[in-house]
């Protein structure tokens, strides 16, 4: 009968900044404004004969460039039915409810999310995880995404 282990990856190291806003409906949404996100994982694989289900590191490194390529970026739901985005000459302008905010295309990512919420962050990061990481024989794979003290959520993948 075969053993599965979960493990738990959670680094200090594991983080980037970012700034956002929350949209809540056609017609509200927060300011603009950061966080400090932290991303972590939870891995269920069978474990091998060795004693060893899942090679750490390369989790541990792919969570590290998941982060790198986020950090100290603006982010943007390029999929939000009440905010349109369009590119003109280097900038994104980005119109809200009659509001027009600019944005430096090279500091900002547009993202096919339809909020900036740890929720469809979550969402997101682990959908690019099962698209570039080689994730093996792993039967589980949950990423959680913090953006801050007490607020987190998580999105989980399972093998069928």
Not at 13 to 39: D, P, Q
Not at 88 to 100: M, N
Request: overall charge negative; some cysteine; aromatic content about 10%.
């Amino acid at each position: 009968m075969a053993q599965l282990a979960t493990l738990h990856i959670d680094k200090q190291a594991h983080k980037f900044s970012a700034a956002h806003f929350t949209i809540f409906s056609e017609t509200e949404r927060e300011r603009l404004h950061g966080h400090n996100y932290g991303v972590s994982a939870r891995i269920v694989a069978e474990m091998g004969e060795n004693g060893f289900s899942a090679d750490y590191n390369v989790y541990k490194r792919y969570l590290q460039k998941l982060c790198d390529a986020h950090d100290e970026y603006m982010l943007l739901p390029g999929l939000s039915p009440w905010l349109t985005v369009e590119e003109r000459e280097g900038e994104y302008f980005a119109t809200f409810s009659g509001k027009t905010l600019r944005f430096p295309v090279d500091e900002t990512l547009l993202l096919p999310i339809v909020n900036v919420t740890v929720e469809a962050l979550a969402h997101y990061l682990l959908e690019r995880t099962l698209e570039e990481a080689a994730i093996g024989d792993l039967v589980e794979l949950e990423l959680f995404v913090t953006s801050g003290d007490g607020q987190k959520a998580s999105a989980c993948w399972q093998a069928s």
